[in-house]
């Protein structure tokens, strides 16, 4: 068993262990206290993003899409809570704070005429898609400025104006994200595929613990979608993470009314979804509150030359919450996916660009709207995530949070894929036309048979909120147990003879379910690869932030993991092997203008275990080699910024620079006697630096900001003689933007028309990048969307142009797969 502590000596961890010890046995010398409430109309309908503030304080919160606000972190005593409507004045009204309470102070507005349109509009929202705080980047209640991390945040809100329906559209207003692989629904890892900083990461956490999707994520039950920047094992492990970071899915939860909404939308390529919001009180106490999101879709392919392929999926999420007293809470929820659909054309690349004649995509002859492929080759998949969490308030600023989750995944059916052959000369097709140079394309299957993947993770936090001696202090303690178990069975073939590019449809259309499957009854298939891994992980985190002073504040953390591999089949026998690491993360922030201007900086870690490998021995007989267990890869961030809150919230901004190094890579044994015997030595390293900056601006009454840009500098730095020096083709576009600009009318007769436009670019990337293999490149792409809106009383009428100008362009790593064409839908949205 080995110990890894990444650029820690041991003094220094005892410093780092005393320090945050000591922290949880200081008594509580005083307690802070909070305001929270609604603001809704007569009518009881929330009032989204009105803002509420402390006077005197620059304490402050928006309501957000349940009118629902809370200000957190007041010291005991009297203050005036001003509500803020712009165009209308400031309500004020005074509060009494009390030690550890938390003080409910609702308000309803009058049915003035004039004031009931403007809020029903939602116009009027003050930088309405700005979330500036979160209890899952830190496992701790942190604003935004608080927060030595970074992160963007994508709230339904926004979702709902771009008439968004899937995670995977949802990225795309992530400053540094891109999507890289699109969601083959097979059991365990068939989500999509992103990238951030270099490194790929999938969206495998929901609420801050495992939520795995093996499919399209339907954003029916999404609150917000969280993007965490950079290594983030000491919070979150490393198994549903990536160097890069990870995406957290925060689900809706139950309030305290009935309402809802239902929403029917429509459009190009077949496309139908009927959704429903439903909340409602079970009780008349209010102590049990039900909501149930849920929704259905069918859509084609935009590929309908061949056989045209199709999504279906349902999406069913309830949840439940009961509140037995003001301390207690107890949350049970659920999400069920189903989904029948065809694998989207992915192609991959498995001979050098040389042989293939081609570097770029359009030199390959394919048509854009060719699928190569027949009917029949379906998938059956299902995803079900089951989430239980009971919430206690020990005492004045500590509180308890016991969470359990379990996944399953499962996956049944065909997984076809292509990819392209070396060129012939000429070729005669069987009517006799004659074609000049041009390669063939491969179809293949990966087929899944009764896979099935689940995770179980139980999780303690203990959370704390207190002053030592003057000075604020906020502390996580938790206890983790994740177990991941693989049941999976993977089989294939390639299909029949290669086929040439530019024939008519019918030469494709052969690959298809019924001539597959008689090719499997007919004899085994090519390949087999089971996968039967079982894995536990019991770890142990703590995090402390501490006021120094009331513009500076330290924040250190450490985990510490136990690794248990108990082995199985992957593909062949796997070795089982127990492995120990430990995780630090430190930070710093500075506030030279209180609540508006931070200056930040981070350490940041992770680890992933690469498992066994072949190595080459010197010290035994000569040209042997022997199965070695891995140690940990370690990757180290270092990072600094500055995040702004200013104009009196109208601008949120942060910028800043990421250093990444992994160390203790697997590569290929350079030396001559140990390349003849295909051994490895764990001596790689991968350096990934950059800068990212992210906007949400609200300029004037209306009119609202949603922006960023990224650039990335990846390249692995000892490698393989084929690499080293070279971008790796995980890492994505170097170069990332994205924009949002809408504006409603907030006043006047046509008041709550609204209007969208933005888009994303993205600069050419390399998904075959080596020596041996060439380079590969797929376009740069500038994709634009437009949307328009109109909201009058209870309903809503939307419409919107995804790829405006119809480009044609890819995403990939390793492979390439083209993207819908332009696509119109329209959407109309009764709420109740």
């Known amino acids: 068993m080995k110990s890894y502590l990444p650029h820690l000596t041991s003094q220094q961890l005892t410093v780092l262990l005393v320090f945050l010890l000591s922290t949880l046995s200081l008594s509580v010398q005083a307690q802070r206290g909070s305001v929270q409430g609604r603001i809704t109309t007569i009518g009881g309908q929330p009032i989204i993003g009105v803002s509420i503030g402390i006077k005197g304080t620059g304490k402050g919160a928006n309501t957000d899409n349940n009118g629902s606000y809370r200000i957190a972190g007041l010291q005991p005593g009297t203050y005036t809570l001003g509500v803020r409507l712009v165009g209308y004045g400031t ?58 991390q970074v992160y963007a945040t994508v709230g339904k809100e926004l979702l709902a104006e771009q008439l968004v329906y899937t995670v995977d559209d949802a990225v795309r207003n992530a400053p540094g994200l891109q999507r890289m692989w699109e969601a083959t629904g097979r059991s365990g890892d068939g989500g999509s595929y992103y990238s951030s900083r270099g490194f790929i990461v999938q969206s495998q956490l929901r609420n801050g613990i495992a939520g795995i999707v093996s499919g399209t994520t339907d954003a029916v039950n999404l609150e917000k979608l969280e993007v965490i920047k950079g290594p983030s094992a000491t919070l979150f492990g490393s198994s549903l993470t990536s160097y890069g970071g990870l995406i957290n899915r925060v689900t809706k939860k139950a309030y305290d009314h009935f309402g809802g909404e239902a929403t029917y939308a429509g459009g190009s390529f077949n496309f139908n979804r009927l959704s429903l919001d439903l909340n409602t009180p079970l009780d008349k106490e209010k102590k049990v509150l039900f909501r149930l999101n849920t929704a259905g879709s069918y859509e084609r392919n935009f590929q309908n030359r061949g056989y045209q392929g199709f999504d279906k999926n349902l999406a069913i999420a309830p949840t439940l919450t009961y509140k037995p007293t003001d301390r207690l809470t107890i949350n049970v929820d659920a999400e069920l996916y189903r989904t029948q659909n065809v694998g989207k054309q992915i192609i991959f690349f498995y001979f050098p660009t040389s042989a293939l004649g081609a570097t770029r995509p359009d030199q390959l002859n394919l048509d854009y709207r060719q699928s190569y492929m027949g009917s029949g080759l379906t998938q059956n998949s299902h995803s079900s995530n089951y989430f239980a969490q009971i919430n206690y308030q020990l005492a004045p600023g500590f509180t308890s949070s016991t969470n359990v989750t379990h996944s399953r995944s499962y996956s049944d059916g065909f997984g076809p894929y292509f990819y392209v052959t070396p060129i012939a000369d000429s070729i005669t097709t069987g009517d006799n036309t004659r074609l000049g140079s041009t390669n063939f394309l491969t179809q293949a299957d990966q087929s899944t048979g009764d896979s099935r993947a689940t995770a179980t993770e139980v999780q303690q936090l203990f959370n704390g909120d207190f002053l030592l001696g003057t000075r604020r202090n906020r502390f996580v303690l938790g206890f983790d147990y994740l177990r991941i178990s693989n049941n999976q069975n993977f089989f294939g073939s390639t299909f029949g003879t290669p086929v040439a590019l530019g024939l008519s449809d019918q030469a494709y259309t052969d690959f298809n379910g019924a001539a597959l499957q008689a090719q499997y009854a007919a004899g085994p298939p090519q390949f087999t690869y089971p996968l039967t891994t079982k894995i536990n992980t019991y770890s142990a985190f703590v995090s402390d932030v501490l006021d120094l002073t009331d513009k500076l504040s330290v924040l250190a953390a450490l985990r510490v993991d136990r690794y248990d591999n108990q082995g199985g089949l992957v593909g062949t026998e796997a070795t089982a092997f127990k492995q120990t690491a430990l995780s630090p993360k430190f930070g710093l922030v500075f506030q030279p203008v209180k609540d508006k201007v931070a200056l930040f900086a981070n350490y940041q870690n992770s680890f992933r275990s690469p498992g066994t490998y072949r190595a080459y021995n010197t010290l035994a007989l000569p040209d042997s080699t022997e199965q070695r267990i891995a140690e940990l890869e370690q990757a180290n961030q270092w990072e600094g910024g500055v995040k702004v809150d200013v104009l009196e919230g109208k601008l949120t901004a942060t910028l800043s620079y990421y250093n990444i190094e992994v160390k203790n890579l697997l590569r290929t044994d350079p030396r001559p006697e140990a390349a003849a015997k295909f051994t490895q030595t764990q001596d790689g390293t991968q350096l990934s630096k950059g800068v990212e900056l992210s906007l949400v601006a609200n300029p004037v009454q209306g009119f609202n900001i949603v922006g960023g840009f990224a650039y990335n500098n990846s390249k692995l730095t000892r490698s393989s003689s084929d690499t080293d020096g070279l971008r790796p083709t995980t890492a994505s576009s170097p170069y990332l933007a994205n924009v949002w600009l809408s504006y409603r009318l907030p006043v006047g007769v046509l008041r709550g028309i609204g209007l969208g436009f933005g888009g994303n670019y993205a600069s050419d990337n390399k998904i075959v990048n080596s020596v041996s293999q060439g380079t590969f490149t797929l376009p740069a792409y500038t994709v634009l969307n437009a949307s328009v809106f109109y909201d009058w009383q209870r309903f809503r009428i939307s419409g919107k142009v995804d790829n405006l100008t119809n480009e044609h362009y890819w995403i990939g790593y390793t492979t390439m797969n083209p993207q819908k064409l332009r696509s119109f839908v329209g959407s109309l949205s009764y709420k109740f």
């Open 91 to 148: 309500q004020e009204r005074q509060v009494e704070v009390a030690a550890g309470q938390a003080s409910t102070q609702d308000f309803q507005l009058t049915e003035n005429t004039e004031q009931l349109n403007e809020v029903v509009v939602e116009g009027s929202a003050f930088n309405k898609f700005a979330r500036k705080e979160s209890e899952y980047v830190s496992k701790m209640p942190l604003k935004n400025l608080e927060n030595p």
